[in-house]
């Protein structure tokens, strides 16, 4: 098999370099966009934290075992600080369960993430992915609950809900009020989502509100906002420039690209986000950063000197370590479902996979 695909690259080389040509790759000018700029290291005392998230599942005919984990890393002057939560249950198969964990882990990961803004000092809190993806991203259940439905949710559980979240305990809050719903409503897993979802933007609204202190940082991204071109603005700055520096800021208004929230919508809705590509370090990797408020360049430019002082090789060391530790791996699945007791269960009725 191998044989017959290099001999295919050989014989189709050609032919693919010259589809690269039409689509313009070498042909857009970055030159308006992008800044080289020698970053140098801060010599301030900043209390920089990283957080990451993690979920894994594992599939059996009656049903869905998953885990999450969420870690939250501040850098001291007496060593790392640590705070971790993680979670495991089983939940049933359903068309929106893809969408209901990464919402599950998003949750957590803000929350452990808020944990530690209460508990340290932090400055800076880096974040791995994009904040503003996954506020504007729209839930695929809220098309389909009726409003008769979600307005009974809001009037008799948003007050409930909010409370609850008044408590540091990291975990998926809305599953407390998951035997009411089951009695109040027909479809109570379409109920629950909804729920959850409010839950979602809640913790976000949240951490929005500590703006100055969140910095998102994504390795990849096909975003066009530069450009507007079929290449993503991260391939073209890439190619523009192997040296150190900083695209021009973008800015976006969450009013501009949301519809209404069902809470907190004047908040959200207020918000602009400060969005820019850096390279930390001669060609490394081209980085894109989202920032939760309009910043000036020279924010921007202090900002990338705070970060630049944790890094090596061009990217944030705690991120790294982070995204490290968190990580659940598919041995991991296994190991706990034979905690759970599931490898006793797990004959031809059980497995889903």
């Given at each position: 098999?191998?044989?017959?695909?290099?001999?295919?690259?050989?014989?189709?080389?050609?032919l693919?370099?010259?589809?690269?040509?039409?689509i313009?790759?070498f042909?857009v000018?970055?030159?308006?966009h992008?800044?080289?700029?020698?970053i140098?290291?801060?010599?301030?005392?900043t209390?920089?934290?990283?957080?990451?998230?993690?979920?894994?599942?594992?599939?059996?005919?009656?049903?869905?075992?998953?885990?999450?984990?969420?870690?939250?890393?501040?850098?001291?002057?007496?060593?790392?600080?640590?705070?971790?939560?993680?979670?495991?249950?089983?939940?049933a198969?359903?068309?929106?369960?893809?969408?209901?964990?990464?919402?599950?882990?998003?949750?957590?990961?803000?929350k452990?993430?808020?944990?530690?803004?209460?508990?340290?000092?932090?400055?800076?809190?880096?974040?791995?992915?994009?904040?503003?993806?996954?506020?504007?991203?729209?839930?695929?259940i809220?098309?389909?609950v009726?409003?008769?439905?979600?307005e009974?949710?809001?009037?008799?559980?948003?007050?409930?809900?909010?409370?609850?979240?008044?408590?540091s305990?990291?975990?998926?809050?809305?599953?407390?009020f998951?035997?009411?719903?089951?009695?109040?409503?027909?479809?109570?897993?379409?109920?629950?989502?909804?729920l959850?979802?409010?839950?979602?933007?809640?913790?976000?609204?949240?951490?929005?509100e500590?703006?100055?202190?969140i910095?998102?940082?994504?390795?990849?991204?096909?975003?066009?906002?530069?450009?507007n071109?079929?290449?993503?603005?991260?391939?073209?700055?890439?190619?523009?420039?192997?040296k150190?520096?900083?695209?021009?800021?973008?800015?976006?208004?969450?009013?501009?690209?949301?519809?209404?929230?069902?809470?907190?919508?004047?908040?959200?809705?207020?918000?602009?986000?400060?969005?820019?590509?850096a390279?930390?370090?001669?060609?490394?990797?081209?980085?894109?950063?989202?920032?939760?408020?309009?910043?000036?360049?020279?924010?921007?430019?202090?900002?990338?000197?705070?970060?630049?002082?944790?890094?090596?090789?061009?990217?944030?060391?705690?991120?790294?370590?982070a995204?490290?530790?968190?990580?659940i791996?598919?041995?991991?699945?296994?190991?706990?479902?034979?905690?759970?007791?599931?490898?006793?269960?797990?004959?031809?009725?059980?497995?889903?996979?």
């Amino acid at each position: 098999m191998l044989d017959s695909l290099y001999e295919k690259a050989l014989k189709k080389r050609e032919l693919v370099n010259q589809k690269l040509d039409q689509i313009g790759y070498f042909k857009v000018d970055a030159s308006q966009h992008w800044a080289d700029y020698c970053i140098g290291e801060s010599s301030l005392n900043t209390n920089i934290a990283a957080g990451d998230g993690s979920i894994n599942k594992r599939k059996f005919l009656p049903f869905i075992f998953y885990a999450i984990g969420a870690e939250g890393i501040l850098n001291t002057d007496n060593g790392l600080k640590r705070i971790e939560s993680s979670e495991i249950d089983i939940i049933a198969h359903h068309k929106y369960v893809e969408d209901r964990l990464r919402s599950y882990m998003g949750i957590f990961e803000i929350k452990n993430a808020l944990k530690m803004f209460d508990n340290h000092e932090v400055d800076l809190f880096l974040f791995d992915g994009s904040i503003l993806g996954n506020l504007i991203r729209p839930f695929p259940i809220e098309k389909e609950v009726k409003e008769q439905v979600k307005e009974s949710i809001r009037e008799k559980y948003l007050a409930l809900l909010e409370e609850e979240l008044k408590n540091s305990t990291v975990e998926i809050t809305s599953t407390k009020f998951e035997k009411q719903i089951t009695k109040e409503f027909e479809d109570s897993t379409e109920a629950m989502i909804y729920l959850e979802n409010l839950e979602n933007i809640l913790v976000i609204s949240e951490l929005m509100e500590k703006n100055k202190k969140i910095v998102a940082i994504s390795k990849t991204s096909f975003s066009t906002e530069y450009f507007n071109s079929k290449i993503p603005d991260m391939a073209i700055f890439d190619m523009y420039s192997k040296k150190q520096g900083y695209s021009k800021p973008r800015y976006s208004d969450v009013s501009e690209v949301k519809r209404d929230f069902p809470v907190r919508n004047d908040f959200l809705k207020s918000l602009t986000f400060t969005i820019f590509y850096a390279r930390l370090e001669d060609y490394k990797n081209i980085l894109k950063f989202e920032l939760p408020y309009h910043a000036t360049e020279e924010n921007i430019k202090k900002l990338l000197k705070d970060i630049k002082k944790i890094s090596a090789e061009g990217y944030p060391l705690l991120l790294k370590k982070a995204h490290n530790d968190v990580v659940i791996r598919k041995n991991d699945l296994e190991n706990l479902s034979k905690i759970m007791g599931f490898q006793e269960k797990r004959g031809r009725e059980m497995l889903n996979e």
